[in-house]
């Protein structure tokens, strides 16, 4: 016998399935879309059914891109350094960095990390399209923003070998302690990025 309709939930589970959302979160979520105007129901259900119609990749750095746009604005802007360019994991690495409000480089989108265990090689990550535009676009630095994680750090060290012998610059993410953690709860990772990057008082 089923406690709840069928419609509801479908709802339900349909939330459960996206990462981070427990059983308990997943009622809520329904719950207050059936409690709520219609119309707010409606429009996460038409933003969804729209999602992967509306989104592309830039052709040159992999960034998201409105559909049947080629390149990116963060590319096309004369006031973006083509020569400077941040390579980052995720798509959504960029809108990180962008925050800051200090970056004016362009950015590379590697789509994903070297994971052997996750069966993904370098050759599945668009680091050859990455020396493409090395050669392209005349690049002075890299700048390897990629996670401070195995998989971030095997990559970046990849990256660094295929750069080997080209005129380029290759710098890294400052890695510190997050203001408010004790020494005891710092990970290896980080506290050994710690150390390598002090500064002299």
């Given at each position: 016998?089923?406690?709840?309709?069928?419609?509801?939930?479908?709802?339900?589970?349909?939330?459960?399935?996206?990462?981070?959302?427990?059983?308990?979160?997943?009622?809520?979520?329904?719950?207050?879309?059936?409690?709520r105007d219609?119309?707010?129901?409606?429009?996460?259900?038409?933003?969804?059914?729209?999602?992967?119609?509306?989104?592309?990749?830039c052709k040159?750095?992999?960034?998201?891109?409105?559909?049947?746009?080629?390149?990116?604005?963060?590319?096309?802007?004369?006031?973006?350094?083509?020569?400077?360019?941040?390579?980052?994991?995720?798509?959504?690495?960029?809108?990180?960095?962008?925050?800051?409000?200090?970056?004016?480089?362009?950015?590379?989108?590697?789509?994903?990390?070297?994971?052997?265990?996750?069966?993904?090689?370098?050759?599945?990550?668009?680091?050859?399209?990455?020396?493409?535009?090395?050669?392209?676009?005349?690049?002075?630095?890299?700048?390897?923003?990629?996670?401070?994680?195995?998989e971030g750090?095997?990559?970046?060290?990849?990256?660094?070998?295929?750069?080997?012998?080209?005129?380029?610059?290759?710098?890294?993410?400052?890695?510190?302690?997050?203001?408010?953690?004790?020494?005891?709860?710092?990970?290896?990772?980080?506290?050994?990025?710690?150390?390598?990057?002090?500064?002299?008082?």
């Open positions: 016998m089923n406690v709840l309709p069928p419609a509801l939930q479908a709802v339900i589970e349909a939330f459960g399935k996206l990462p981070g959302v427990g059983p308990r979160t997943a009622e809520r979520y329904a719950y207050y879309l059936m409690r219609p119309t707010i129901a409606r429009q996460v259900s038409s933003s969804l059914d729209n999602l992967h119609a509306g989104i592309g990749y040159k750095t992999y960034a998201l891109v409105p559909a049947g746009q080629d390149l990116s604005d963060l590319y096309t802007d004369p006031r973006r350094d083509k020569t400077t360019v941040a390579v980052v994991a995720e798509p959504f690495d960029i809108v990180a960095l962008e925050k800051t409000n200090q970056y004016h480089g362009t950015y590379h989108v590697l789509g994903g990390l070297v994971s052997p265990i996750d069966g993904i090689g370098p050759e599945q990550l668009h680091i050859k399209e990455l020396m493409d535009r090395v050669d392209e676009d005349g690049v002075i630095e890299i700048i390897l923003a990629t996670n401070a994680s195995v750090e095997s990559t970046a060290l990849y990256i660094q070998q295929q750069i080997a012998g080209r005129e380029v610059k290759v710098s890294r993410l400052a890695r510190g302690l997050p203001i408010g953690v004790d020494l005891e709860y710092a990970d290896q990772i980080t506290l050994g990025r710690a150390l390598e990057g002090r500064q002299t008082l």
